[in-house]
T-cell receptor, first 115, second 111 residues
Framework: DQQVKQNSPSLSVQEGRISILNCDYT??????FLWYKKYPAEGPTFLIS?????DKNEDGRFTVFLNKSAKHLSLHIVPSQPGDSAVYFC??????????????FGKGTRLSVIA | EAQVTQNPRYLITVTGKKLTVTCSQN?????MSWYRQDPGLGLRQIYY???????DKGDVPEGYKVSRKEKRNFPLILESPSPNQTSLYFC??????????FGQGTRLTVV
């Protein structure tokens, strides 16, 4: 049973427009969420995170929104740039981290930003 | 420079021939883990380690072993590799389990 779901395997967006990547989770014990970005032939790199005590976290062009009641989070990229084209993974963690709740990843969404 | 280094980057081997993928981090992180990435399945955790001599199974530990004799190193061992272990492997380290630094990946093919 998949605890972290990214239901859109791919997304295409025009340069300059907003990219919205969605993520749903089923485990109510998760209370810390992360987004990773992965380019081909490279390891994932941490992008942005959010704790369950917040509903929004912003870092430059990237904003993550968390809706705890819906067990849903989304990553907004505004404006989208061609260099944002990558696979984005949503991940979740129980906190405080105990080591018994490893980081759980979604399957990823491939974002293509078209010039 | 903060780094997680995996070796080798690419490996082709035959079924049953033992192999080790090394992972080393220079950030003095306590937490390290191994993931495999497969098409349509995302990143799945194989094993993790909270500290030296402390390891535990992740989601897909079958067919793998790990050891954590020193804080900086966390090798992944395949005692008898099989074709279903053909995958892209990532090592990661972090101080608290989140915000992990990942290695560049090891693409393993077992024929």
């Amino acid at each position: 049973d998949q605890q972290v779901k990214q239901n859109s395997p791919s997304l295409s967006v025009q340069e300059g427009r907003i990219s919205i990547l969605n993520c749903d989770y089923t485990n109510s014990m998760f209370d810390y969420f992360l987004w990773y970005k992965k380019y081909p032939a490279e390891g994932p790199t941490f992008l942005i995170s959010i704790s369950s005590i917040k509903d929004k976290n912003e870092d430059g062009r990237f904003t993550v929104f968390l809706n705890k009641s819906a067990k849903h989070l989304s990553l907004h990229i505004v404006p989208s740039q061609p260099g944002d084209s990558a696979v984005y993974f949503c991940a979740a963690l129980g906190f405080p981290f105990s080591g018994n709740t490893p980081l759980v990843f979604g399957k990823g969404t491939r974002l293509s930003v078209i010039a | 420079e903060a780094q997680v280094t995996q070796n080798p980057r690419y490996l082709i081997t035959v079924t049953g021939k033992k192999l080790t993928v090394t992972c080393s981090q220079n950030m003095n992180h306590e937490y390290m883990s191994w993931y495999r990435q497969d098409p349509g399945l995302g990143l799945r955790q194989i094993y993790y380690s909270m500290n030296v001599e402390v390891t535990d199974k992740g989601d897909v530990p079958e067919g793998y072993k790990v050891s954590r004799k020193e804080k900086r190193n966390f090798p992944l061992i395949l005692e008898s590799p099989s074709p279903n272990q053909t995958s892209l492997y990532f090592c990661a380290s972090s101080q608290q389990g989140a915000d992990a630094f990942f290695g560049q990946g090891t693409r393993l093919t077992v024929v």
